[in-house]
């Protein structure tokens, strides 16, 4: 049973480009989260999202970032003309339906942003 | 103050000692989780627990709910105990998610 997996590992992008960044939560699971730590700082809650719904997206940037889960695919987190600042790794999580919500990390992506 | 609170920030210690990590919440949960997270970066969920105590190897967690605490104990460690090891309760209302502490840094010398 494969765990969460993220790809890609390390993202390197310029000044004002696009960034995407996929998650495959593990079979049968159908929540994902996605966290955003900072160099030198502490995970932050981005966003959670099931199946073709964004249930709560407190922790997201107002502009520039959006998030997905379609009925088939990978989660996708999406970074438009990213600044040196959103350089950080980002994590997804996932977990099955129901009350006990243990979740399961990926390996996460290392964005940097030049 | 911050939702979440652990001590020691940073710990060394000698090979074979026995290690305790606190973690003081504010938040109500449903359950708060220990993850390990090596140099490397990667996150490694340890423990999940709601109440009690969970054992798993070298590896120690226990919850007062009441006095919203948690403990992670290593008993033996080792220098390949040395990783950031980051406190995360898991909110009851609404999406459930996690909070998280600052971590603490946990080096074990030979």
């Known amino acids: 049973n494969a765990g969460v997996m993220q790809n890609p590992r390390h993202l390197v992008r310029r000044r004002g480009q696009e960034a995407r960044l996929r998650c495959s939560p593990m079979k049968g699971h159908s929540h994902v989260y996605w966290y955003r730590q900072l160099p030198e700082e502490g995970l932050k809650f981005m966003v959670y999202?099931?199946?073709?719904?964004?249930?709560?997206e407190s922790g997201m940037p107002k502009e520039r970032f959006s998030a997905e889960f379609p009925k088939e695919g990978p989660s996708i987190l999406r970074i438009q003309q990213v600044v040196r600042g959103d350089s950080a790794a980002y994590f997804c999580a996932s977990s099955r339906q129901g009350i006990s919500n243990e979740q399961f990390f990926g390996p996460g992506t290392r964005l940097t942003v030049l | 103050k911050n939702e979440v609170e652990q001590s020691p920030q940073n710990l060394t210690a000698q090979e074979g000692e026995f290690i305790t990590i606190n973690c003081s919440y504010s938040?109500?949960?449903?359950?708060l989780h220990w993850l390990q997270q090596h140099p490397g970066g990667g996150i490694v969920s340890l423990f999940m627990l709601s109440s009690g105590k969970k054992k798993h190897g070298r590896l120690i967690a226990t919850i007062n709910i009441q006095e919203k605490h948690s403990s992670l104990h290593i008993t033996a460690s080792h220098p390949r105990d040395s990783a950031v090891y980051i406190c995360a309760p898991q909110q009851r209302q609404g999406a459930q998610k996690l909070v998280f502490g600052q971590g603490t840094r946990l080096t074990i010398n030979p």
């Open positions: 938040v109500g949960i449903s359950a």
């Open positions: 999202l099931q199946k073709e719904n964004i249930i709560d």
